[in-house]
């Protein structure tokens, strides 16, 4: 999957988590500072990823995320590695 696409994924299941338009949501979005999203909201926006990318994400990696672009980064990354 090319990044681009991997980042419209993450962007798609952050809004819908949210409950906010995807528009709102780029790389550059903390969601913690803006959304105040809190522990429970990053474990369920993991699991939509988990399920939607068919990986898994520990939640040291969620939790240790700052914003949008990391999460990206870190997505591509792990789905490059698998064979």
């Known amino acids: 999957m090319q990044r681009a696409e991997l980042a419209e994924v993450v962007r798609e299941r952050v809004a ?3 409950g906010v338009p995807v ?6 979005t903390d969601l913690r500072q803006t959304y105040g999203v ?4 990053l474990m369920e ?3 939509r990823l988990e399920n939607s990318l068919n990986t898994r994400l520990a939640a040291e990696d969620l939790l240790g995320m700052e914003n949008i672009g990391n999460a990206i980064d870190l997505l591509h990354e ?3 590695e698998r064979p």
């Open 78 to 80: 792990r789905l490059r």
């Open 23 to 28: 528009e709102e949501i780029d790389e550059s």
């Open 45 to 47: 926006i993991g699991a």
């Open 38 to 41: 809190d522990s429970l909201e």
């Open 16 to 18: 819908g988590v949210l």
